[in-house]
């Protein structure tokens, strides 16, 4: 019995060392260095092992015959490999391949500014313009505080890198926005449309951006509206200069948000002392509409519609100084309606459709003139995506924009109508290379048709980026981009080409650690500027493209998220070098809009025990010129330098109220932005004039945000944190 | 009759086999107990790296994908450097948690990872990503309890979420203490349907209790 036991054991045991097979080596990268941690096991078996410090393994297996061995390492290609498994050792030698990852890979970001939660590299966020001192909840007031930009008081519009407000286009979901700041009077600094709120990604380029986007001559500002929320709420928000309340009701793949705003400036500018005499405080009332809703797997369906109506009237308002003062007043009217589709039609093709319909109307009475002004804009574009390979993408579309702009003018010598309609037909196409994850190329091309001008143009894009190490980057970029000409000029004539400019741009970006740093080269040529001959600007024959330009610049970008603790800032500074001879300019020269030196710094602070959070801005714009009719030289006078400080407070009241207080330039720094000019000389000879002055010399807002959800227990703390 | 208990438990030996093959249940016992002895990144890769193995002999289970994402999140937990690397862990703990949820959609354990992986991202980047994953991974423990109320780890990771907030909210954690102390008195009362089914957190109770006197 005993003998029979040892037997069989000796048989069992032997058998089992006979079948046994070892399965032993080394795995390794491309460049033969050691990979730790790498899983190698037999597929559909328990039999298997980590590789070791040295990028060693060995196990055991009873399994015999032909299985399949695997080997995986995060952020490598898997292996396999048929195995014959006989009981002897096999030795095997594995070299993995790194995996290429579009998410780790070089970037081009030459010109860019991205901001959204997927990016680790994120430099503004829509919660910064909130949170912003000096932004004011305002989307263009935020970016002002980016390099490349130029702060123009009198405008509150974006000029960026040398290029006018005209030259940069918003998009809001793909689709470009007609009208997206408010109605404003000449000299007086208007806000951007839209709430920050809104969105939760913006991209703002400031340069050599993608062929997908035509119209504009310096720089383009991406914003994407909000998924569908967490949960149903309501908002409610109280402000100085207004109030708010927007409820969403959410479904299990949509949601719909109603918002209504009522702003009026006048219990405000009763308390702090205004510049001007406001015969009716700015006064607006809007409704805004959005629906959210998934379809199928990946795609998702936003439409978003808003109706804007605002009034105000500046009494006294010195435009035209040789007339009697009078009060300037304006009406305006806005809808704006907007669609867009984005979905995945599978694992290579995806598609976004976008369209938006913009009506505006501006009723302007400055005694003794009317204008009327009416735009009708349709947008309409279809993208197509493809990844041909993981290293190969290519892009296409077509784009449709419909502009009539109607304008009645009633002055002293009568009535005049003009207007224009203008079809733009466009197509482009982009392809994306990766040479390696440190390399990458991309070259596109647009063309556009526009009929009111009959101009055909095609331009090309490219630009590159290569990685020097995980945290550096060099970029470059180049190409050409048109624009028509501005609206009151195609209003007379359609013997004009588009403009011109073509863009240059270099630019080294490091960051590591919450840490970013950039500084950006970049010459900008412009070409066929439209010039307006002589003061006959009613005349087709007094326009032509014969202007042209230059700018150039550094802008240099510092943002630091580490070091203090709880605190963030970020420095800005821009060059500018820029003359042009375009619209009544005699000769080359520094356009008004531009500063030679731009300078910001932005300090936030979390204080967690008084739950709140404040941000410091103090900004700079070296002095600006502007042109003095009686004297020689054009654009011969200097304004006084621009200069801010701005403080906002945030302060988490309870988990679902914030206090909000802020007020820009709180030293009052004395800020001028040069003069207006009578169009004809008193009897001694002289032009008169009056100072353009902000506003106020400071401005203060003070809010209050209630979110109530049926939990009762939403906070408003990831808004201000 | 004795025939009949016979074919029962033939039958019964039969499904249960078929359900969990021993060697499966032993394999899954062993390679639990090896998450004491993980303390570094290593540690939690190479044990990641034995539920992947089993996962990947045991196609229709999804308690070797929970562990392997389990382990993934500790990974970015543990992880000292930068956030890219944080995310690629979570990128793989995500793959792994979007399988088990089409496989097991009833599994009030799977939601109570989810909120722990969502956890996982927000932490990399708090200040850009709060607004959103804090929403979502509230979401998915919402879930997890709407499926079973009871969940010992849904309800700490519920008063988990409640005090890492509390701070902010101008509430003093501590009013959180009831909460824990009723968890972690009622935790054994919470059944594991399996010994290889989840059964983590009371220590992490204790702790919580344990910071509140």
Request: with cysteine; proline share 4%; net charge neutral.
């Given at each position: 019995m005993?003998?029979?036991?040892?037997?069989?054991?000796?048989?069992?045991?032997?058998?089992?060392?006979?079948?046994?097979?070892?399965?032993?080596?080394?795995?390794?990268?491309?460049?033969?260095?050691?990979?730790?941690?790498?899983?190698?096991?037999?597929?559909?078996?328990?039999?298997?092992?980590?590789?070791?410090?040295?990028?060693?393994?060995?196990?055991?297996?009873?399994?015999?015959?032909?299985?399949?061995?695997l080997?995986n390492?995060?952020?490598?290609?898997?292996?396999?490999?048929?195995?014959?498994?006989?009981?002897?050792?096999?030795?095997?030698?594995?070299?993995?391949?790194?995996?290429?990852?579009?998410?780790?890979?070089?970037?081009?970001?030459?010109?860019?500014?991205?901001?959204?939660?997927?990016?680790?590299?994120?430099?503004?966020?829509?919660?910064d313009?909130?949170t912003?001192?000096?932004?004011?909840?305002?989307?263009?007031?935020?970016?002002?505080?980016?390099?490349?930009?130029?702060?123009?008081?009198?405008?509150?519009r974006?000029?960026?890198?040398?290029?006018?407000?005209?030259?940069?286009?918003?998009?809001?979901?793909?689709?470009?926005?007609?009208?997206?700041?408010?109605?404003?009077?000449?000299?007086?600094?208007?806000?951007?449309?839209?709430?920050?709120?809104?969105?939760?990604?913006?991209?703002?380029?400031?340069g050599?951006?993608?062929?997908?986007?035509?119209?504009?001559?310096?720089?383009?500002?991406?914003?994407?509206?909000?998924?569908?929320?967490?949960?149903?709420?309501?908002?409610?928000?109280?402000?100085s200069?207004?109030?708010?309340?927007?409820?969403?009701?959410?479904?299990?793949?949509?949601?719909?948000?109603?918002?209504?705003?009522?702003?009026?400036?006048a219990p405000y500018?009763?308390?702090?002392?205004?510049?001007?005499?406001?015969?009716?405080?700015?006064?607006?009332?809007?409704?805004?509409?959005?629906?959210?809703?998934?379809?199928?797997?990946?795609?998702?369906l936003?439409?978003?519609?808003?109706?804007?109506?605002?009034?105000?009237?500046?009494?006294?308002?010195?435009?035209?100084?040789?007339?009697?003062?009078?009060?300037?007043?304006?009406?305006?009217?806005?809808?704006?309606?907007?669609?867009?589709?984005?979905?995945?039609?599978?694992?290579?093709?995806?598609?976004?459709?976008?369209?938006?319909?913009?009506?505006?109307?501006?009723?302007?009475?400055?005694?003794?003139?009317?204008?009327?002004?009416?735009?009708?804009?349709?947008?309409?574009?279809?993208?197509?995506?493809?990844?041909?390979?993981?290293?190969?993408?290519?892009?296409?579309?077509?784009e449709?924009?419909?502009?009539?702009?109607?304008?009645?003018?009633?002055i002293?010598?009568?009535?005049?109508?003009?207007?224009?309609?203008?079809?733009?037909?466009?197509?482009?196409?982009?392809?994306?290379?990766?040479?390696?994850?440190?390399?990458?190329?991309?070259?596109?091309?647009?063309?556009?048709?526009?009929?009111?001008?009959?101009?055909?143009?095609?331009?090309?894009?490219?630009?590159?980026?290569?990685?020097?190490?995980?945290?550096?980057?060099?970029?470059?970029?180049?190409?050409?981009?048109?624009?028509?000409?501005?609206?009151?000029?195609?209003?007379?004539?359609?013997?004009?080409?588009?403009?011109?400019?073509?863009?240059?741009?270099?630019?080294?970006?490091?960051?590591?650690?919450?840490?970013?740093?950039?500084?950006?080269?970049?010459?900008?040529?412009?070409?066929?500027?439209?010039?307006?001959n002589?003061?006959e600007?009613?005349?087709?024959?007094?326009?032509?493209?014969s202007?042209?330009?230059?700018?150039?610049?550094?802008?240099?970008?510092?943002?630091?998220?580490?070091?203090?603790?709880?605190?963030?800032?970020?420095?800005s500074?821009?060059?500018?070098?820029?003359?042009?001879?375009?619209?009544?300019?005699p000769e080359?020269?520094?356009?008004?809009?531009?500063?030679?030196?731009?300078?910001s710094?932005?300090?936030?602070?979390?204080?967690?025990?008084?739950?709140?959070?404040?941000?410091?801005?103090?900004r700079?714009?070296?002095?600006?010129?502007?042109?003095?009719?009686?004297?020689?030289?054009?654009?011969?006078?200097?304004?006084?330098?621009?200069?801010?400080?701005?403080?906002?407070?945030?302060?988490?009241?309870?988990?679902n109220?914030?206090?909000?207080?802020?007020?820009?330039?709180?030293?009052?720094f004395?800020?001028?932005?040069?003069?207006?000019?009578?169009?004809?000389?008193?009897?001694?000879?002289?032009?008169?004039?009056?100072?353009?002055?902000?506003g106020?010399?400071?401005?203060?807002?003070?809010?209050?945000?209630?979110?109530?959800?049926?939990k009762?227990?939403?906070?408003?703390?990831?808004?201000?944190? | 009759?004795?025939?009949?208990?016979?074919?029962?438990?033939?039958?019964?030996v039969?499904?249960?086999?078929?359900?969990?093959n021993?060697e499966?249940?032993?394999?899954?016992?062993?390679?639990l107990?090896?998450?004491?002895?993980?303390?570094?990144?290593?540690?939690f890769?190479?044990?990641?790296?034995?539920?992947?193995?089993?996962?990947?002999?045991?196609?229709?289970?999804?308690?070797?994908?929970?562990?392997?994402?389990?382990?993934y999140?500790?990974?970015s937990?543990?992880?000292?450097?930068?956030?890219?690397?944080?995310?690629?862990?979570?990128?793989?703990?995500?793959?792994?948690?979007?399988?088990?949820?089409?496989?097991?959609?009833?599994?009030?354990?799977?939601?109570?990872?989810?909120?722990?992986?969502?956890?996982?991202r927000?932490?990399?980047?708090?200040?850009?990503?709060?607004?959103?994953?804090?929403?979502?991974?509230?979401?998915?423990?919402?879930?997890?309890?709407?499926?079973?109320?009871?969940?010992?780890?849904?309800?700490?990771?519920?008063?988990?979420?409640?005090?890492?907030?509390?701070?902010?909210?101008?509430?003093?954690?501590?009013?959180?203490?009831?909460?824990?102390?009723?968890?972690?008195?009622?935790?054994?009362?919470?059944?594991?349907?399996?010994?290889?089914?989840?059964?983590?957190?009371?220590?992490?109770?204790?702790?919580?209790?344990?910071?509140?006197?």
């Amino acid at each position: 019995m005993k003998m029979i036991v040892s037997y069989i054991l000796f048989f069992l045991i032997g058998a089992s060392s006979i079948a046994q097979t070892v399965v032993t080596g080394k795995v390794a990268g491309e460049k033969g260095e050691p990979l730790p941690g790498v899983n190698v096991f037999l597929k559909g078996t328990y039999d298997g092992i980590s590789s070791n410090s040295k990028g060693e393994f060995r196990f055991k297996t009873n399994k015999t015959g032909e299985l399949v061995l695997l080997v995986n390492l995060l952020g490598y290609e898997p292996f396999s490999k048929p195995v014959e498994l006989k009981g002897d050792t096999i030795r095997l030698n594995i070299q993995l391949k790194e995996k290429f990852n579009q998410l780790n890979a070089v970037t081009i970001n030459v010109g860019t500014f991205e901001a959204s939660d997927k990016k680790q590299a994120v430099t503004i966020t829509p919660l910064d313009m909130m949170t912003t001192a000096g932004a004011a909840g305002d989307v263009y007031g935020a970016l002002q505080s980016l390099p490349g930009t130029t702060i123009n008081g009198e405008s509150g519009r974006l000029f960026v890198k040398g290029g006018d407000s005209e030259e940069s286009q918003t998009y809001i979901d793909g689709s470009l926005v007609a009208t997206p700041y408010n109605s404003s009077a000449p000299n007086l600094a208007t806000r951007g449309r839209f709430n920050p709120f809104m969105f939760k990604g913006t991209v703002f380029s400031t340069g050599g951006y993608s062929a997908e986007y035509g119209q504009a001559l310096s720089s383009v500002l991406l914003l994407s509206t909000n998924d569908i929320p967490a949960e149903d709420q309501l908002d409610f928000s109280i402000m100085s200069i207004g109030l708010d309340a927007s409820g969403t009701k959410k479904w299990s793949n949509g949601a719909v948000t109603g918002t209504v705003t009522y702003n009026n400036l006048a219990p405000y500018m009763s308390l702090a002392k205004q510049n001007y005499d406001w015969q009716k405080a700015p006064e607006s009332l809007s409704g805004e509409i959005s629906v959210r809703q998934k379809t199928g797997k990946s795609g998702m369906l936003k439409l978003y519609s808003k109706i804007d109506n605002s009034n105000f009237t500046l009494g006294q308002y010195p435009l035209a100084l040789e007339s009697k003062p009078a009060d300037f007043q304006l009406l305006n009217q806005n809808q704006f309606v907007n669609t867009s589709w984005n979905g995945q039609l599978s694992e290579k093709w995806g598609t976004n459709a976008a369209f938006s319909y913009t009506n505006n109307l501006d009723d302007i009475h400055f005694d003794p003139t009317k204008v009327n002004k009416y735009l009708e804009a349709f947008y309409l574009k279809n993208n197509w995506s493809v990844q041909l390979t993981e290293k190969f993408a290519l892009k296409f579309g077509a784009e449709f924009v419909s502009k009539s702009f109607d304008q009645h003018a009633e002055i002293a010598d009568g009535k005049h109508d003009n207007r224009f309609t203008n079809h733009n037909y466009s197509g482009f196409t982009e392809a994306q290379i990766y040479a390696s994850s440190r390399f990458v190329a991309r070259i596109g091309g647009r063309v556009e048709y526009s009929d009111y001008l009959n101009s055909f143009r095609a331009m090309p894009r490219f630009s590159a980026a290569y990685k020097i190490s995980g945290k550096s980057q060099f970029s470059a970029a180049y190409g050409w981009f048109y624009q028509n000409p501005i609206d009151d000029y195609l209003l007379y004539t359609s013997h004009l080409s588009p403009e011109r400019a073509d863009h240059y741009t270099f630019s080294f970006q490091s960051s590591a650690n919450s840490r970013t740093i950039r500084a950006e080269l970049y010459y900008k040529d412009y070409k066929s500027l439209v010039k307006l001959n002589g003061p006959e600007f009613y005349l087709p024959s007094s326009y032509d493209n014969s202007g042209s330009g230059y700018a150039s610049g550094l802008d240099f970008f510092w943002r630091d998220k580490k070091t203090i603790k709880n605190g963030d800032y970020w420095i800005s500074y821009s060059y500018l070098d820029t003359r042009r001879d375009y619209r009544n300019f005699p000769e080359k020269a520094v356009p008004t809009f531009a500063s030679k030196h731009n300078f910001s710094m932005v300090y936030k602070h979390w204080f967690g025990g008084l739950r709140s959070l404040a941000s410091v801005n103090f900004r700079y714009s070296s002095p600006r010129v502007y042109n003095n009719p009686n004297s020689t030289v054009f654009n011969g006078e200097k304004m006084p330098p621009y200069r801010s400080l701005d403080l906002s407070w945030s302060f988490l009241y309870r988990t679902n109220v914030i206090m909000y207080a802020a007020v820009t330039n709180l030293t009052g720094f004395k800020n001028e932005f040069g003069r207006s000019y009578a169009t004809v000389p008193d009897a001694s000879g002289v032009y008169q004039s009056a100072a353009i002055l902000p506003g106020s010399d400071r401005f203060f807002v003070f809010g209050c945000f209630i979110t109530l959800t049926r939990k009762g227990s939403a906070n408003q703390l990831d808004k201000i944190e | 009759m004795k025939k009949i208990i016979l074919l029962l438990a033939v039958v019964l030996v039969s499904l249960v086999s078929k359900a969990q093959n021993p060697e499966y249940v032993q394999k899954m016992g062993q390679t639990l107990g090896e998450f004491a002895n993980c303390k570094t990144v290593d540690d939690f890769q190479s044990l990641g790296n034995k539920f992947e193995m089993i996962a990947n002999a045991e196609k229709g289970e999804w308690l070797p994908l929970y562990y392997q994402a389990d382990c993934y999140i500790l990974m970015s937990f543990v992880e000292q450097g930068d956030g890219a690397k944080k995310d690629s862990y979570l990128d793989v703990a995500e793959k792994a948690i979007s399988k088990m949820t089409e496989m097991a959609p009833g599994e009030a354990e799977v939601y109570v990872l989810q909120a722990f992986y969502l956890t996982g991202r927000l932490v990399v980047n708090p200040m850009e990503r709060g607004q959103q994953y804090s929403g979502l991974s509230q979401q998915a423990n919402s879930k997890a309890l709407g499926i079973d109320p009871a969940n010992p780890r849904a309800k700490l990771m519920k008063i988990q979420m409640d005090m890492g907030s509390a701070p902010y909210m101008g509430l003093d954690p501590k009013s959180f203490c009831p909460d824990a102390k009723e968890l972690l008195a009622k935790w054994d009362e919470f059944k594991p349907k399996s010994p290889i089914h989840p059964n983590w957190g009371k220590d992490q109770v204790e702790g919580i209790v344990k910071g509140c006197q």
